[in-house]
């Protein structure tokens, strides 16, 4: 007799075929079929706005940032559940504070939840177990006390509540697609949020705050003597003066010419998040000389000497045309 594993995922012929499409493709880190995916997540809970993230620990991890829990707060989550529920809240510095689950459902007991509610309390953090919990009595309770609901709906995908799916309403609400889930993606989670500025939120908690995508970021001769070099990427120095352009403006062009470049890297210590902490320009002058003025160009093992020469050729005519 065949072994019966407890949990199987299900992928199938089409899973397969579009696997290996998006492999060709070669946009395999966030991408348009990241995207795509996020607008059917989005339509199926009702048009409400959805960000995919890693796993649905980082979208529950991003949902406690959001909402600025941390030291001096508590959230009030089940005593059964995954140990991710948890331990998420701990990662913030906030206090776990446990409740009882029904033995028919496995959630969290509503009033239990109520009264364990003190001035510290910041959110509830129920996980769909059993059965889809309804996110009308968990918003009365949230009004109440004004707080916040992360529901963790890593199971719940297909869940439904008087005929509307988990996600459909409720606060946040966070996925996952680990193999074990009714929807995989291997790994992989989702956070439903309330409106654009907080999906925009989520954008910038999920890519080191950077807020331009991937196709706009920006990237400059390495030093010939580099006995060792990995060759993962190739950045220059812009002529920027004497080319009379700015990064902009050849990146653009460069774009024009069909050729991404990307920027590696701002200077970490001029963001805004550094600057709160008193830094400013002129401190770490080789880094923002770079910062402002580095390029990557296209670099990859399957790039062709005929590709090498058209990026060069490419950047000739746009950096002399400027300067012209
Ligand atoms: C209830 C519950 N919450 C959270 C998670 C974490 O999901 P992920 O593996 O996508 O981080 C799981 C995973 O099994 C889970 O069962």
């Given at each position: 007799m065949d072994f019966l594993p407890f949990a199987r995922p299900t992928i199938d012929e089409a899973m397969i075929a579009a696997m290996a499409d998006t492999m060709r493709g070669r946009w395999i880190a966030s991408g348009p079929q990241v995207q795509a995916f996020e607008r059917a997540l989005s339509e199926y809970v009702g048009g409400r706005p959805v960000r995919t993230l890693t796993s649905a620990t980082a979208a529950m991890q991003v949902a406690l940032e959001m909402i600025g829990a941390g030291p001096g707060d508590e959230v009030i989550t089940p005593a059964?559940?995954?140990?991710?529920?948890?331990?998420?809240?701990?990662?913030?510095?906030?206090?776990?504070?446990?409740?009882?689950?029904?033995?028919?459902?496995?959630?969290?007991?509503?009033?239990?939840?109520?009264?364990?509610?003190?001035?510290?309390?910041?959110a509830l953090l129920p996980t769909h177990y059993n059965a889809p919990i309804d996110p009308a009595p968990l918003a009365a309770i949230a009004k109440r006390h004004g707080l916040r609901v992360i529901e963790d709906a890593a199971l719940a995908i297909g869940s439904r509540v008087d005929a509307k799916p988990v996600g459909a309403a409720g606060d946040l609400v966070s996925f996952s697609f680990h193999p074990n889930k009714n929807l995989t993606t291997i790994e992989g989670g989702a956070l439903v949020v309330n409106d654009d500025r907080e999906a925009k939120r989520v954008e910038e908690l999920r890519f080191h705050g950077i807020r331009r995508n991937a196709d706009g970021t920006p990237e400059a001769l390495p030093p010939r003597a580099n006995p060792g070099h990995s060759w993962n990427m190739f950045t220059v120095l812009l002529p920027l003066d004497a080319a009379r352009t700015t990064r902009k403006q050849f990146m653009d062009a460069m774009h024009k010419e069909g050729i991404g470049i990307g920027i590696s890297y701002e200077a970490i210590h001029l963001t805004s998040y550094f600057r709160g902490k008193g830094f400013r320009e002129g401190q770490f002058p080789v880094s923002e000389r770079i910062a402002r003025e580095t390029v990557t160009l296209p670099l990859y093992p399957e790039m062709r000497d005929t590709d090498v020469e058209r990026v060069v050729a490419s950047m000739?005519?746009?950096?002399?045309?400027?300067?012209?």
């Open positions: 059964q559940s995954f140990f991710a529920t948890a331990n998420v809240i701990e990662r913030t510095g906030a206090k776990t504070v446990f409740v009882d689950v029904a033995l028919s459902t496995r959630n969290m007991e509503l009033a239990q939840a109520e009264a364990a509610i003190t001035p510290a309390t910041r000739k005519r746009v950096l002399r045309r400027k300067a012209a």
